[in-house]
């Protein structure tokens, strides 16, 4: 059974930063691309990043390049997403999910709150 | 890169058909085979419903069905039922991004 399984969510102040990992399970970690997506609250889906099985192509979305960190480790079957200068506006629940061009599986999300 | 077109709501009678729209460009909807349906529930993660336009992953019931006509993709819910009240949402490859549409909210009477 695929199972993506997200931890690191929480409140942070404007500017801050904070990592969120997500352990996968069930699949071969090192050949699927992995992607980031958010939803703000009471909003629709953000794609945000996406990194491919041996970390060699990685994208961004114009909203968080330079600002957000894409990177996985494969001896380890996980998924993480350094954020940093966070703002308000990146209050939402970040979702891991397997894919690239087609998102099959998704965790359970994390919440990050940006406020002072 | 702009998000897809969807309108944000529909709505059905137990029973009947309701067909959500997904507009895009050549450059997204049009130009790849790749688009795709979710289904989210409050408070819960989304679910993929249909994928590569017409694919339906397996345990989705058929009453789900999807195509695609120029930069147009829609989602067909045949025989609604109540359980079938929730968000949709439809992506689209891009190139080096993926594109999701402001989502719909399907309202069963």
């Known amino acids: 059974e695929v199972q993506l399984v997200q931890s690191g969510g929480g409140l942070v102040q404007p500017g801050g930063s904070l990592r969120l990992s997500c352990a996968a399970s069930?699949?071969?970690?090192?050949?699927?691309?992995m992607t980031w997506v958010r939803q703000a609250p009471g909003k629709g889906l953000e794609w945000l990043s996406h990194?491919?099985?041996?970390?060699?192509?990685?994208y961004y979305a114009d909203s968080v390049k330079g600002r957000f960190t894409i990177s996985r480790d494969n001896t380890k079957n996980s998924l993480y997403l350094q954020l940093n200068s966070l703002r308000a506006e990146d209050t939402a629940v970040y979702y891991c999910?397997?894919?690239?061009?087609?998102?099959?599986?998704w965790g359970q999300g994390a919440l990050v709150t940006v406020s002072s | 890169q702009s998000a897809l077109t969807q309108p944000p709501s529909a709505s059905g009678s137990p029973g009947q058909s309701v067909t959500i729209s997904c507009s895009g460009t050549?450059?997204?909807?049009?130009?790849?085979?790749?688009v795709s349906w979710y289904q989210q529930h409050p408070g819960k993660a989304p679910k993929l419903m249909i994928y590569?336009?017409?694919k339906r992953p397996s345990g989705v019931p058929d009453r789900f069905s999807g195509s695609k006509s120029g930069n147009t993709a829609s989602l067909t819910v045949s025989g609604l039922q109540a359980d079938d009240e929730a968000d949709y949402y439809c992506?689209?490859?891009?190139?080096?991004?993926?594109?999701f549409g402001g989502g719909t909210k399907l309202t069963v009477l």
């Open positions: 999910v397997r894919g690239r061009s087609t998102i099959d599986y």
């Open positions: 069930g699949f071969n970690f090192n050949i699927y691309s």
């Open positions: 990194i491919s099985g041996s970390s060699t192509n990685i």
């Open positions: 050549s450059s997204d909807v049009g130009g790849y085979d790749y």
């Open positions: 590569e336009v017409i």
């Open positions: 992506s689209s490859y891009a190139g080096s991004s993926v594109l």
